[in-house]
């Protein structure tokens, strides 16, 4: 059975870029979340989709969006983007509340 | 606003140690609770997860219990190998949403 698949699994782009990251989740899975994990942050929630339509959003800047496809496949887009945005960005689906979440290799972005 | 604390930060055993991992969440409205591991420069490995009406979960040399009326969560691994060794996180899924609130991870080394 295919995992949560994210690509790239890396990227290198300069300030003021803008960078586009994708997300197959597990076939069947709607609920889609992407998370940033940073050195001196850890891991912190972006946002949350289902069934197309956004849930929550974390505190993050307006810089970062996201959206699902009605195939349940993911985007996040990241605009003008600032050193501080380098991460590793996870992806990750789940059936729904009740169930735990499964997550990808994730992309490593580095900005320069 | 739900906090997630993990401690020790460290841990460095030797082989075939019995080990106790703690998670402490200030919350205790919780849909469930998960147990990753992480290794180095790669995504995230789904250990456990306990429903909020449940107690433990056990796989194999593994098993976690949750006391959701005192916030806490315990991961135990019994007879450690050094494959073991890698980052493990927690994290609680709140009743307000699907978002998953992460701790900041143990670092588990597991000397032969």
């Known amino acids: 059975k295919a995992g949560v698949t994210q690509t790239p699994r890396y990227l290198i782009k300069t300030r003021g870029q803008q960078v586009t990251l994708s997300c197959s989740p597990i076939?069947?899975?709607?609920?889609v979340s992407w998370y940033q994990q940073t050195p001196g942050q850890g891991l912190q929630f972006l946002f949350e989709?289902?069934?197309?339509?956004?849930?929550n959003k974390g505190n993050f800047p307006g810089r970062f969006s996201g959206r699902q496809f009605s195939n349940s496949r993911s985007e996040m887009n990241v605009s003008t983007l600032e050193l501080g945005d380098s991460a590793l960005y996870l992806c990750?689906?789940?059936?729904?509340?009740?169930?735990?979440?499964?997550f990808g290799s994730g992309t490593r972005l580095t900005v320069v | 606003k739900q906090e997630v604390t993990q401690i020790p930060a460290a841990l460095s055993v030797p082989e075939g140690e019995n080990l106790v991992l703690n998670c402490s969440f200030t919350?205790?409205?919780?849909?469930?609770l998960q147990w990753f591991r992480q290794d180095p420069g790669k995504g995230l490995t789904s250990l456990l997860l306990?429903?909020?009406?449940?107690r433990e979960q056990t796989s194999g040399r593994l098993n976690a219990s949750l006391d959701k009326s005192s916030g806490r969560s315990t991961l135990y691994i019994a007879a450690s190998q050094p494959g073991d060794s890698a980052t493990y996180l927690c994290?609680?899924?709140?009743?307000?949403?699907?978002?998953?609130?992460f701790g900041q991870g143990t670092e588990l080394s597991v000397k032969p």
């Open positions: 989709y289902f069934s197309e339509t956004q849930r």
């Open positions: 994290a609680v899924r709140n009743n307000q949403g699907g978002k998953l609130i």
């Open positions: 990750a689906s789940s059936w729904g509340l009740n169930y735990g979440y499964t």
């Open positions: 306990i429903q909020s009406s449940q």
């Open positions: 919350d205790s409205a919780i849909y469930n």
């Open positions: 076939s069947g899975h709607r609920s």
